[in-house]
């Protein structure tokens, strides 16, 4: 089916975000937050099983992963100076700072990132993904740098 | 004797679209800028005199009901930094995941 839109994922909700217990959650602001880069060949699925929503699990495999020769390498790249704000009446919103790269890479069919909780470890799933951000075709780069840049409406909103 | 070292000079840096320039130290990768020929989206700038040009990549899909990031209205999927030797640099824009609680 391979990318339509971005999600956050409901496992994340039901799990972690609402009961952390047993899972190595300590929170997204403590907690090693990561972005990783994916092709086509997946299938993103906001409702997927709980098992099947962590990095190298389900969908989001290292095989469908895109990787530089550095800075972009497996498991993806960390996110820093996290926020938490609420922007407008009843909008809670997750951000952090771009990506910018700095290291000469070259990656192609690059459709997409999963951000995810490299600090959970067990009860739920390891590494389990908090959203998918669809970039909305191919990118990509030739010797060169490649950057990220968060909308300023933040990685994920949520609206109550 | 004692031994010098002289670090490479400054990057001067520049925006194809708009006036805006700036210089940073030589270990700088990259810079951007809130750039007002579109609409003040943050673009990258080029380093002077290296004959790159910015080429933006609209959204190639539908957007529906995404949250992009648009520059003078339109959905911009990503800026490219094409370079004269074929080499380039890549800034994606992704867009917001949301949520909705409640009714």
């Known amino acids: ?160 | 004797m004692i031994d010098v070292t002289f670090n490479p000079p400054p990057i001067d840096w520049e925006c194809p679209n708009c006036p805006v320039t700036d210089r940073t130290p030589w270990t700088a990768p990259n810079r951007f800028h809130d750039c007002p020929a579109m609409g003040g989206f943050t673009a990258p700038m080029i380093k002077s005199g290296s004959g790159a040009r910015l080429v933006v990549v609209d959204r190639e899909d539908y957007v529906g009901t995404e949250d992009v990031q648009t520059a003078n209205g339109r959905p911009v999927m990503a800026i490219r930094v094409d370079r004269p030797d074929g080499s380039n640099d890549l800034v994606a824009y992704p867009p917001t995941a949301h949520g909705r609680a409640g009714d």
Request: charged content about 10%; hydrophobic content about 40%.
């Open chain 1, 1 to 160: 089916m391979a990318w339509t839109d971005s999600r956050i994922f409901r496992e994340w909700v039901a799990g972690p975000m609402m009961q952390a217990a047993g899972t190595g959650y300590g929170g997204l602001d403590t907690d090693t937050v990561k972005a990783a880069l994916f092709n086509n060949s997946i299938t993103p699925d906001r409702d997927a099983a709980v098992g099947s929503t962590g990095f190298n699990t389900g969908t989001w495999t290292t095989g469908n992963e895109v990787t530089g020769a550095s800075e972009w390498v497996t498991t993806g790249r960390a996110l820093a100076s996290k926020t938490f704000t609420t922007p407008s009446t009843g909008v809670a919103m997750f951000d952090a700072a771009d990506l910018t790269g700095s290291a000469t890479v070259t990656m192609s069919g690059i459709h997409g990132c999963l951000v995810y909780d490299d600090s959970i470890t067990a009860g739920t799933v390891a590494d389990q993904g908090v959203s998918f951000n669809y970039f909305g075709g191919a990118t990509g780069v030739t010797s060169g740098t490649y950057s990220v840049l968060w909308n300023a409406n933040g990685i994920f909103r949520i609206t109550v």
